[in-house]
């Protein structure tokens, strides 16, 4: 055992160090009394414990040590501190740490209630003999390590339960009867992180046989970004089921944006298509969203139509639409911008729609031969196109990006390959 | 994947010049910066994007909250940017309808001096 003085032993390199593969164990006696501190060091001496032991004689002398050590022995009489305070501190400070609580025999009881508190053990003075002693402080580290590992558990299976729960609600089942269309559909997060974004997406096809299909990105990401992302998705829904005119659709979805954003500085672009039940044509409508690309067997162009301000951002109660031709036989890819954010090389540069509109042409010649039978087209297309935008940036991408891609197989409602 | 950030009164406007990308992870030293300019009372603002080599969602988000902040005290935020494929982005998204947006420093100062 090594008994250093804390103000020499606070100059030791910083962080925790890793005590279960060194055999040496960091503890800190957190005592005033220079006759108990004594009799611990030379308790743990007797014992040949292999412990680093420092001394502190308060709680605020104890305070900045408390990253290099794995147990603290504490007196529960300190100038600083009485009674259940320290282990209290202790817990706010550093909840992972193992705390023993040494108390005389007069208020043993305050022992058993310093465990209540989160104490892992409590000694009574006077009746602890080395052996013992060294006993208490390993258990102690090893409760303490194993609850953190457990509590670290919980919550890394909290975090994917939620993450599931909002990533159902941003990316629904479609509702559609048409056996013409095919829907094929990605969601991934960005920066190969667990956390989710913002972006959405919903497809619904309504009584009169109209198909209205949306996508958007509330700006930012994390998990106030997510929520509204449902919250919006599900208020666009609600809209069009209900049937109601798009104007009132977008307006509506302004509307629960503004009144349910945690920040009055989110906002989220949309795009939404309607495509008439003939299928041939649509009428669009881009709020600050990219338009989505039209894809025939001889042809890819961008759709065009008026922008108009992302909800969130201006009064905006207008929606100019547009009316876009789509053709016998089509595919339509809506998508967020986190698809062409990504790079191309060491530079600056980035996908941006021009590059991506070259990756899709490179995509549908290579998609033949690597076709697989049971899997259609453009589901082997819109992996081809995910997989290509992250070979070219290197990585995963760091934006979140959600992909929808619809496909119609012509009026003679051929099932396609 | 770098930012450089800095400022400097001129004709009563602050000018913020922007260096590098702006996204995800750089965005939010820009939003701090914004809102240090408004907390000392910098209600005119300019930010120069003629060097930012990148700008996301996030990116536009920190400039609509910082045109959202001056607003607030009556205050204007313009924008200077030639660059092509900066100002798609802001075409995409409707922001041009939005912000100022100037060829030169000086034009969106003298843009700014004539509509008072």
């Given at each position: 055992m090594v008994?250093e ?15 279960a593969m ?8 957190i005592?005033?009394?220079?006759g108990d501190a004594?009799?611990?060091e ?8 292999p ?7 308060s709680?605020?002398?104890?305070r900045p040590q ?6 603290v022995?504490?007196d529960?009489?300190?100038?600083d501190?009485?009674?259940l ?11 992972e ?6 108390t ?11 465990v ?5 053990d409590?000694?009574?003075?006077g009746?602890?003999?080395?052996f013992l002693l ?8 090893e409760?303490?390590r ?8 919980a919550?890394a299976r909290?975090?994917?339960a939620?993450n599931s729960?909002?990533?159902r609600?941003l990316?629904?089942?479609p509702?559609l ?6 829907v094929?559909?990605r ?5 190969g992180q667990?956390l989710?974004?913002?972006?959405f997406?919903d497809?619904v ?5 109209w198909?209205?299909v949306?996508?958007g990105?509330?700006c930012?990401?994390?998990p106030d970004?997510?929520?509204l992302?449902?919250?919006l998705?599900?208020a666009?829904r ?6 109601r005119?798009?104007q009132?659709v ?6 629960v944006l503004e009144?349910?954003r ?5 906002f989220?672009?949309l ?9 041939a044509e ?6 600050g969203?990219p338009p ?10 961008e759709?065009?139509a008026?922008?108009s ?6 009064p ?6 547009s ?7 089509w595919s339509l ?8 954010e990504?790079r191309v090389?060491?530079g600056p ?8 509109m070259k ?10 031969a690597?076709?697989v039978?049971?899997r259609?087209?453009?589901?082997r ?5 995910i997989d ?5 940036n290197?990585e995963d991408?760091?934006d979140?990006l959600?992909m ?8 003679a409602?051929g099932?396609?390959? | 994947?770098d ?9 009563g406007?602050?000018?913020?010049d922007?260096e590098?990308?702006i996204d995800v992870?750089?965005?939010?030293r ?15 603002l300019?930010v120069n994007m003629?060097?930012?080599e990148f ?5 536009l ?5 910082g045109?959202?902040?001056v607003r607030a005290?009556d205050g ?5 940017c030639t660059?092509?494929r900066?100002l798609?982005?802001?075409?995409i998204?409707?922001?041009t ?5 100037h060829d030169?420093?000086d034009?969106?100062?003298?843009a ?5």
């Open positions: 008994a003085d804390a103000s020499r032993a606070s100059h030791a390199s910083g962080g925790r160090p890793d005590t060194s055999d040496r164990m960091h503890v800190l006696l005592e005033d009394d220079d004594l009799i611990v030379e308790l743990l001496l007797d014992a040949g414990a412990f680093n032991m420092r001394r502190a004689r709680l605020a002398e104890a408390l990253g290099n050590v794995s147990c022995l504490l529960l009489e300190l100038p501190s009485r009674g305070t320290g282990v209290r501190m202790l817990q706010d400070a550093m909840p740490l193992a705390v023993v609580v040494l005389g025999i007069s208020d043993e009881h305050l022992g058993e209630e310093a209540g508190a989160g104490a892992q409590y000694l009574v003075k009746q602890v003999d080395g060294q006993r208490v402080v390993r258990y102690a580290v409760r303490s194993a609850e953190e590992t457990q509590r670290q558990l919550q909290l975090l994917a939620e729960r909002l990533e609600g990316l629904p089942s509702l009867a048409d056996p013409r269309l095919t094929a559909a969601y991934r997060p960005g920066g667990m989710l974004g913002g972006d997406y497809l096809q309504a009584a009169d046989g198909v209205h949306m996508i990105d509330v930012g990401r994390g970004e997510a929520a992302g449902v919250c998705r599900v666009w609600t809209l069009v089921l209900a049937g005119p798009v009132e977008l307006s509506g979805v302004q509307q009144h349910e945690q920040n009055e500085r989110l989220a672009t795009c939404m298509l309607s495509i008439a039940p003939d299928r649509g009428r669009l409508h881009l709020a969203h989505p690309i039209l894809l025939t067997s001889d042809s890819m162009r759709l065009a008026p922008v301000l992302p909800p969130g951002i201006g905006g109660s207008e929606w100019p639409g009316t876009v031709r789509l053709g016998d036989s890819l809506l998508y967020t911008d986190g698809l062409i990504g090389g060491p540069e980035r996908l941006g729609s021009d590059g991506l990756m899709i042409e490179k995509a549908r010649v290579q998609a033949p690597a076709a039978p049971d259609p087209e453009n589901e297309l819109i992996d081809s196109i290509q935008a992250r070979e070219l290197g991408l760091d979140d959600a929808l891609l619809i496909g119609y197989h012509g009026p409602g099932a396609g390959p | 994947m930012l450089k950030l800095d400022h400097h009164t001129k004709d406007i602050e000018i913020v922007v590098g990308e992870y750089t965005a939010p820009l939003r701090e910066l914004l809102i240090e300019l408004v907390n000392s009372r910098f209600y005119q300019v003629e060097k930012v700008l996301d969602s996030t990116g988000g920190v400039l609509v909250g045109l959202k902040r005290h204007s935020l313009d924008l200077v660059q092509e900066i798609k982005i802001f075409r998204t409707g922001l309808k939005v912000f100022g947006i030169t420093v034009e969106a100062i003298a700014r001096k004539s509509e008072k």
